[in-house]
């Protein structure tokens, strides 16, 4: 049973986990607005010398020119604020990993105590019943396991699947320049 330091340390040791964790989401949200600003005060900037470009032209054919050479880098730009997104998502998934897994592997240790507690406690006759529920606690970390191992993996063919993608926008915009 708890104890009243136990159930304070446990509230305390909560608390500082949520505040972690607020405080990664503030982050987070700080990077996704310092990202949105900086590109709508890009796209502002190119857009005022767009529009001098397109004022400044001589003739139909430029001012057709201009237009077609202005279209070029929009999805080599939709590229590098996609990474920089993930950038911030990826972080912030990680770090909900981590308090994820630390708290699953507290969960599981403070069961597996409880387990054992009740098995030393265990009137006699009940050994069968002990070791049905070892085996059934021992079998439910493997399955989680098994999940965390199979959420890693499929993190990591997403993570792949952005740098394919990312590579694949790179060269395409600047194979558009040169051509």
Known sequence: ?????????????????????????????????TLNVETARAALAEADAQAQSLLGAKDVQSLLALQAELLQPAPEKAGAYGRKLYDIVSGVQAELSKVAEAGAADAQKKFAALVESAAKNAPAGSEQAVAMAKAAFAAANDAFGNAQKAAKQAAEAAEANIVKFSAATKPAAKSRRAA
Not at 1 to 30: P, W, Y
């Open 1 to 33: 049973m708890l104890n009243v330091e136990q159930f304070a340390a446990a509230q305390k040791a909560q608390l500082a986990t949520l505040l972690g964790l607020a405080a990664t989401g503030l982050d987070a949200a700080e990077k996704l607005a």
